[in-house]
């Protein structure tokens, strides 16, 4: 598989070691609380809801959900799917207890084989920084189906442009990120990520805090 994706590649690239230096403070403190109006321990929250023994974090950005995350149990198998290799590393790093299985790919490309599937799945910030529209995106759900067990639960967040709440500095900030192409989410709206959802999966459930959508569903389990 391509590693250095044409169309991936802008939004992931930012994320040198330099910028995942302040990425905590910017990102997890500053913006979230005054710029997208969802405060990072609301996320932390929703993720801790969700997780699994046997659980997949995609998007690892620096590895702070990971690191602060509360799993059922003390025996955790991790696996870290990131395109970035400076993410992959930090992440790493601060999950370094639980001994995580790193992945390295594209996720809007076929992932290879994976013979063990995963219980859940966290995409926390992941889908607003992929190129296209949320229909485009939304492939990804569909290259992670065969990493999956049935009735695993898909969780994440998303920081969406259309049909939620957004402020002076949001709306500033967002077109930054877009032209810079950190973003690409000028078209992502509520509706067309609760349609994609619910396309897929079961027990879609989607909440907006600020301009953020928080998001869970289930894998389809057969009969």
Not at 5 to 29: C, E, F, H, N
Not at 119 to 138: E, F, I, M, Q, W
Not at 190 to 208: G, H, I, M, P, W
Request: glycine residues 6%.
């Amino acid at each position: 598989m391509n590693l250095d994706s044409a169309d991936t590649a802008p939004g992931q690239a930012v994320y040198t070691r330099k910028m995942l230096s302040i990425y905590d403070i910017w990102v997890l403190g500053i913006s979230n609380s005054l710029i997208w109006k969802c405060r990072t321990k609301q996320i932390l929250n929703w993720m801790n809801q969700s997780l699994t023994t046997n659980h997949l974090d995609v998007g690892v950005g620096t590895g702070y959900y990971l690191e602060h995350c509360t799993f059922p149990s003390s025996e955790v198998r991790l696996g870290l799917l990131d395109l970035n290799p400076n993410s992959l590393a930090a992440a790493a790093s601060r999950s370094a207890r639980y001994q995580p299985e790193v992945y390295q790919a594209d996720v809007l490309a076929p992932l290879p084989q994976q013979s063990r599937p995963f219980d859940s799945v966290s995409l926390n910030y992941l889908l607003h920084c992929l190129p296209g529209d949320l229909t485009s995106k939304a492939k990804l759900f569909d290259h992670l189906g065969p990493w999956l067990n049935p009735g695993a639960i898909i969780s994440g967040a998303t920081i969406l442009s259309q049909g939620v709440p957004r402020g002076f500095s949001a709306r500033r900030l967002m077109n930054f990120y877009n032209r810079k192409k950190i973003f690409a989410n000028t078209s992502d709206s509520l509706d067309e990520l609760q349609s994609q959802l619910a396309s897929r999966y079961t027990d879609v459930e989607v909440k907006v805090t600020g301009c953020v959508a928080l998001f869970r569903a289930r894998t389809p389990s057969p009969g």
